[in-house]
């Protein structure tokens, strides 16, 4: 190789390497656009007490150093000179940063929603429930995952609280916020959805939610029994028992009624709910009640047995007879299914034990945020 050739050789080696570097900056600095603009979003700020403190002090304006605390951000960098320079370069609008570079708030004139009942349910119908990855998935991979099937808006990741290491898990299963209600609906759709060969359960949040509740009622009302009329040790430890006289079929629903449209519509009656086997889209749909011989009384409000939910007239009649005994053995027989199933992964996968303990209703009970993974620390050193 001549003089001129190596030469030529080197300098096309630098070059290469100048790109590389400049390529791996361009997705430093997208990363941390990223994470800042999650921080201050819709779905973290609102929910985020500690940056909600912050941003109070200074018209807004959070310092730099501040969110460095931020475990996320400080695994990308704690640069100051870095993250500012990546925040200038977004063209989202959700962000300004001040001028001498050291501080950076949300755009004034974008409002923070409240966590109002209205987004609360406006929320639900675009999360779903995702379940079957592995337990030892990061973040990172959660939201790359979920970026090839739509705009997504949120991933949290569900954590139990393990009692051997007294550290919280990841759980294996998710709840994803898609930017619309119709990509999360799509999603749902997906046939055989599988990540790393493992296929993937779907479910819609209420959907999940309820189960859950329903669960929660199901337990509770059993260790009242118990209470009262003693422990036996011939009873079935996993027998399930529905009141009767609790059914009320619906019928004639617009093709958008929701459940919480059904269950917002039916509690000022004094109803009161224990599931509702209804989705989207449904013309029928089911309701079931926690009180023995409660339906007959709920009708009873009804005017011709109809009430009106959003723009349609519902059309309620009670379950009675072998109707009532089918739907509530089905009913029994889809709980003891689940109740097995959780067994199963509970006596595989061990940890996860005392996940629904609480008072009161499960879908309103306050608990740790499971997938933030990004609590201020304590102390971070910079590189």
């Known amino acids: 190789m001549t003089e001129k050739e190596v030469a030529t050789e080197s300098k096309n080696g630098e070059e290469n390497e100048a790109a590389n570097n400049v390529e791996e900056e361009t997705a430093l600095e997208s990363s941390i656009i990223r994470q800042v ?30 969110l460095t605390r931020f475990n996320r951000l400080a695994k990308l960098t704690t640069d100051l000179e ?27 004139e974008l409002l923070v929603p409240e966590m109002t009942e209205e987004r609360r349910k406006e929320l639900m119908t675009r999360t779903v429930y995702v379940k079957g990855f592995p337990k030892d998935a990061t973040l990172d991979e959660m939201l790359s995952y979920f970026k090839t099937h739509g705009d997504v808006e949120n991933v949290v990741m569900r954590r139990y609280l393990d009692r051997a290491s007294k550290e919280r898990k990841f759980k294996g299963s998710v709840f994803a916020t898609f930017k619309v209600a119709e990509e999360a609906q799509k999603f749902l759709t997906l046939k055989d959805l599988k990540y790393k060969e493992t296929e993937l ?14 669960e929660y009622l199901a337990r509770k009302e059993k260790k009242d029994k118990k209470g009262k009329d003693g422990e036996s040790k011939q009873e079935d430890k996993h027998e399930i028992k529905l009141p009767t006289g609790t059914v009320l079929k619906f019928s004639e629903c617009h093709d958008k009624t929701t459940r ?25 749909g089911w309701v079931r009640l926690t009180k023995e011989d409660s339906a007959k009384e709920l009708h009873s409000k009804l005017t011709d047995g109809k009430l009106k939910i ?45 996940n629904y303990r609480g008072k009161g209703n499960y879908q309103n009970r306050k608990r740790k945020q499971d997938g933030h993974d990004d609590a201020p620390a304590s102390k971070v050193k910079a590189d």
């Open 37 to 66: 603009e999650y921080y201050f979003g819709d779905a973290n700020l609102p929910r985020d007490k500690f940056l909600r403190e912050q941003v109070k002090l200074d018209d807004g304006w959070v310092p730099l150093d501040v």
């Open 82 to 108: 870095v993250i500012a320079n990546a925040l200038n370069k977004a063209t989202s609008g959700l962000l300004e940063v001040s001028e001498d570079n050291k501080k950076v708030r949300r755009n004034p």
């Open 201 to 214: 359960i779907l479910r819609p949040q209420d959907e999940y939610l309820q189960e859950k509740q329903q």
């Open 260 to 284: 919480e449209d059904v269950k917002s519509a039916l509690e000022p009656l004094g109803a009161e709910v224990a599931y509702i086997d209804f989705k989207v889209g449904d013309k029928d």
């Open 310 to 354: 959003g723009d349609s007239e519902v059309l309620f009649t009670v379950l009675e007879g072998d109707e009532e005994t089918e739907y509530l053995q089905r009913t029994v027989d889809e709980m003891s299914k689940r109740r097995k199933n959780q067994r199963n992964n509970k006596y595989q996968n061990r940890g996860g034990k005392g």
